[in-house]
């Protein structure tokens, strides 16, 4: 069977615009402001640039259609990494800048160009950004998003298709558009088909991330305080507060303590006795942590399978019993929990006076005092000490 041109762009136009739809409205009818908002943009201007594209096959607006197709299909992979980065809790605003960069680009380009390349024009161009933002797609193996195996499938599309627009790219250069082995393997009808199947593995994985993260952080959506439904912070905020804290503590050479309580094999108790069992584990944690906390200390999440509190304490012993008391909470909740299961949980405790007022050193140093405290038997509660930090 031989596929003309205008067929694929259309069947292309038709995969996108269901998965695209599909996921746009799940987005709306959740209420999602997750990462999960960026990437139903990244599909809406998938949607887009199929549209586009297809108006170009059948004569429509001539290499203007061009010119927005590659715009906007180089915002597809810039809207999947911001929501990578979004979901990771790290900031977008220099990123957001450089995607928008290379969507102009790759516009103007196809404009600048049209005259000497036709249909070609800023091709190279455009692929150049889509290489590169593919290649970002590192940042869906980075955590917590890493620690979750349907990151691992996004980051193995989006490096994929960078392999792709590569070596688009490289035979594109050295041979030219017309070669035998680039318009039969890497020409305009590979690269549509190449991109249904990305678009549709990429809206499952998507979809799978969206729901893993609203079912293991137990919030349907968040406000605009950037807190969660349960009243637990997100990790952005809890770092900026606990920032502010820790300076003005810093004013009046008051003791403040960090204390991270980390639950170890979460993940493989939702492997081994499904999701609704460590729904109930990670949401009898977080209560436990904010009914035994001290009223005046801010609770908040630090990592996938951590939360963190950051309380006044005057002296290292105070520290450390906030942090046995936080322990004993824990273990009182699990106790009553439905699911029956106990968990190792470490508690790591870093104190001013030891470690200084620097918001970071503290996070580093209860993260690896919890660390060992879950991985050491017989330790519930461990106090970090300057060395230990890292």
């Keep these: ?62 290499f203007v259609s061009v010119a927005v197709g590659n715009s906007l299909f180089v915002l597809v992979p810039g809207f999947v990494w911001l929501g990578a980065r979004r979901f990771n809790d790290r900031p977008i605003g220099w990123s957001l800048v450089l995607v928008v960069v290379f969507a102009l680009a790759s516009f103007a380009a196809a404009l600048i160009q049209a005259d000497d390349w036709g249909s070609w024009g800023g091709w190279t161009t455009m692929a150049a950004c889509l290489v590169a933002l593919f290649v970002a797609a590192a940042e869906a193996l980075r955590a917590p998003l890493g620690h979750i195996r349907s990151g691992w499938a996004l980051a193995a599309v989006l490096l994929f298709a960078a392999l792709f627009s590569a070596v688009r790219l490289v ?31 990429a809206a499952i994985v998507t979809s799978v991330l969206r729901s893993h993260r609203s079912a293991e952080q137990r919030y349907e959506w968040l406000t605009e305080r950037g807190v969660a439904s349960d009243g637990v912070m997100l990790a952005r905020t809890f770092v900026a507060a606990s920032a502010d804290i820790i300076e003005r503590a810093s004013w009046r050479s008051e003791g403040v303590v960090i204390i991270v309580i980390h639950v170890e094999g979460l993940a493989e108790i939702r492997t081994a006795f499904g999701q609704e069992a460590a729904d109930d584990i990670s949401g009898a944690c977080r209560q436990a942590v904010r009914r035994y906390a001290p009223a005046s200390a801010i609770v908040g999440e630090d990592d996938e399978h951590r939360l963190a509190v950051a309380a006044l304490a005057p002296t290292a012993a105070d520290a450390r019993r906030l942090g046995a008391m936080i322990y004993r909470g824990c ?60």
């Design 171 to 201: 035979l594109f250069l050295a041979a030219g558009p017309a070669s035998p082995l680039f318009s039969r393997w890497f020409g305009t009808i590979s690269a549509n088909i190449v991109t249904v199947v990305l678009t549709v593995v």
């Design 331 to 390: 273990m009182e909740e699990l106790a009553r929990a439905d699911s029956g299961l106990f968990p190792f949980v470490g508690v790591g405790v870093a104190f001013t006076g030891d470690v200084g007022y620097d918001v970071g050193a503290l996070l580093r140093g209860a993260r690896a005092a919890a660390r060992r405290a879950a991985a050491t038997p017989g330790a519930s509660v461990l106090v970090d000490a300057p060395a230990a930090s890292s």
């Design 1 to 62: 069977m031989t596929l003309d041109l205008f067929t694929v762009t259309v069947m292309t136009a038709i995969v996108a615009s269901v998965a695209s739809i599909t996921y746009i409205l799940e987005t709306i009818f959740r209420r999602d402001a997750g990462p999960g908002r960026l990437w139903a943009v990244a599909f809406f201007c998938g949607l887009s640039a199929a549209i586009a594209y297809m108006a170009w096959s059948s004569g429509v607006g001539g």
